[in-house]
């Protein structure tokens, strides 16, 4: 099948919901998506036996009890309960590893994404894509450090290489091979958003305006999102490893520079007298071995966790309604 050529089969379709401490949010978050997807299996856009699934990444409320309680009330809800918090990029991987569907979309239970744009995705996997993006085109929502910071970690992915979509957070559609395909990457320390677009396959995007969290708070404070950087810049890109090869070259540059500057005044009887020049450089360069010894150790870390090939997450509990099964 050719991208030209539209898919002529109704899919069935898993929406996967990652949730942490959404006990204010779930009940709103479980209608709006039960409606969304009984409409579609209304307009015959899907198949009857379509679901959603929350995964539970070791919440400390009662999240896992209401999703539960959603799988006896509701025939099309399914939960998965991870054995400790994991992680947002973990949780997702959990619930889309579980999902065994034709098309799967990841979207977060705060339901800031807007959810018109699941009837959207579906009908262009229905012409020939495999990849549908949900992209932001206004931020105005956000604080101005928060464009500002996320502008920057955008433009800093970009120029050192990593393919990733801008404005694109977790809220995607993929089609089965485009799944199989993202969960061959078995790598631990994931970041789902700069592997997908390493995937291939056709791709689109679906552009829409994020609005304000309904309840709850944000499960992404700053010290998360510095991590998720991180996370995303080590994983992805060799640049800083670059980039200190780069810095030691100037460095070196620099100081025979100095070095150069304190002989022609030596010769013409000129030498600085004191001991501050000294300090700074000494100063200078210890800062500048730390930063490298700090990038370094990084990788280093990272290559530890890779190698102990431990399981990303642990399944303590699945749960489905007896008409699903």
Known sequence: MTIDNFRKEIPSLAIVVPCYNESEAFSYCLSQLGECLSDLIKK????????????????????WTQIKAATQKCSFVRGVKLSRNRGHQIALMAGLSRADTDVTISIDADLQDDIR?????????????????????????????????????????????VQQVANHADFRLLSRR???????????????????PLVGYPSD???????????GESKYPFR??????????????????????????????????????????????EAIEGWASVEISIFFLGGVQLLCLG??????????????????FLIQEEVRSSDSL
């Open 44 to 63: 015959k856009k899907i198949q009857p036996q379509s679901y959603i699934l929350f995964v539970d990444d070791g919440s400390r409320d009662d999240t």
């Open 117 to 161: 744009c699941i009837p959207i995705m579906v009908e262009k996997y229905s012409q020939g894509m495999d990849i549908v993006y949900g992209v932001r085109n206004d931020r105005s929502s956000d604080s101005l450090f928060k464009r500002m910071t996320a502008n920057g970690f955008y433009w800093l992915m970009a120029k050192m290489g």
């Open 178 to 196: 485009a799944l199989q395909g993202l969960l061959a990457y078995k790598e631990q320390n994931l970041y789902i958003r700069g592997v997908v």
């Open 205 to 215: 995007k679906v552009f829409y305006s994020r609005s304000s969290r309904i309840a």
């Open 224 to 269: 998360k999102m510095l991590a998720l950087a991180m996370e995303g810049i080590t994983s992805l890109t060799v640049a800083p490893l670059r980039l200190i090869s780069v810095l030691g070259f100037l460095t070196c540059f620099l100081s025979l520079l100095g070095s150069i500057y304190v002989v022609v005044r030596k010769y013409f009887g």
């Open 295 to 312: 990038v370094i150790g990084e990788y280093i870390g990272k290559i530890y966790m890779e190698v102990k090939k431990r399981p990303k």
